[in-house]
DNA sequence: AACAACCTCAACCGCATCAGA
DNA sequence: GTCTGATGCGGTTGAGGTTGT
């Protein structure tokens, strides 16, 4: 299936930049770098469409883009992929990257593993310009610090990454199931729960709260 | 109107990890 | 076990847009 191309709600028109035409003066045989054109990639969805979004290199000789495989990933990831969620984050949203870092730090692909149609860049993009700003005023404001749980606390920060990744890795086994989902065998505790903070659910709280309050502790053996 | 400062976000880069030979 | 290519991730950059003076 196609992906929505090329809608009005496209913020940016693909123009090269003045560097990328330097690059495409210049050095005629190098790979294009720069913004994405429009043709690039109807070329590149194409490909994908009837190929499949693996084997990068391939898909780029096959779509005949001068471009590596590596843009053309990030290309397909973070614009042309469907159901990509375009436009403002919600309040909702915001809350939960806002809990989701406190808890996981910069592993913005986890975080947006928890967002259904955002991309990591997005996200990425977004707590840089924003939220890191509101944090330390935050901050500011307060007097103290809102220090991350698990920062200088390896071990912790460890068994948080690796309960979000089985997590993930459940829904996507789960996906073809009717089940509603989110039972856990393994790890002892509804995956699902666990990142349901619009309900705060106890569990979630007080588990969370383990963390969040933990400035030395945590033990995690 | 003109310019500077600031903001946003697509894209690049370097590195780490994974998978297959 | 080692090598190599593919893939994934986080940090950073810079073009273009917006806002302030």
Redesign the pocket.
């Known amino acids: 299936m196609a992906p929505m191309l090329f809608d009005d709600s496209l913020?940016?028109?693909?123009?090269p930049?003045?560097?990328t035409s330097m690059n495409m003066i210049t050095t005629k045989k190098e790979v294009?770098?720069?913004?994405?054109t429009a043709e690039e990639d109807r070329k590149l969805a194409e490909v994908i469409a009837a190929h499949g979004p693996?084997?990068?290199?391939?898909i780029a000789i096959k779509a005949g883009l001068n471009?590596?495989?590596?843009?053309c990933?990030?290309?397909w990831?973070?614009?042309l992929r469907p159901n990509i969620k375009r436009g403002n984050i919600s309040d909702q949203e915001e809350d939960l990257i806002l809990r989701l870092h406190k808890l996981l730090g910069?592993?913005?692909?986890?975080i947006a593993g928890r967002l259904p149609g955002r991309t990591?860049?997005?996200i990425?993009?977004?707590w840089?310009?924003?939220l890191s700003?509101k944090i330390n005023q935050k901050e500011k404001q307060s007097g103290g610090s809102t220090r991350e749980a698990t920062v200088n606390n390896p071990k912790a920060e460890r068994i948080v990454a690796e309960k979000v990744n089985v997590q993930i890795v459940n829904e996507e086994n789960n996906n073809t199931s009717t089940s509603t989902g989110g039972e856990d065998s393994n790890i002892g505790f509804n995956v699902d729960e666990f990142f349901d903070f619009s309900n705060e659910d106890p569990l979630n709280l007080e588990w969370m709260s383990k963390f969040l309050s933990s400035d030395e502790g945590f033990s995690v053996e």
Do not use: P
């Not at 913020?11 to 123009?15: D, F, I, S, T, V």
């Not at 693996?54 to 391939?58: M, Q």
């Open positions: 913020k940016r028109e693909a123009k930049s003045l560097k294009n770098k720069g913004a994405w693996k084997r990068w290199k391939t471009r590596c495989g590596k843009s990933r990030l290309r990831m973070n614009y910069n592993r913005w692909s986890l990591d860049n997005e990425k993009n977004y840089n310009s924003h700003k």
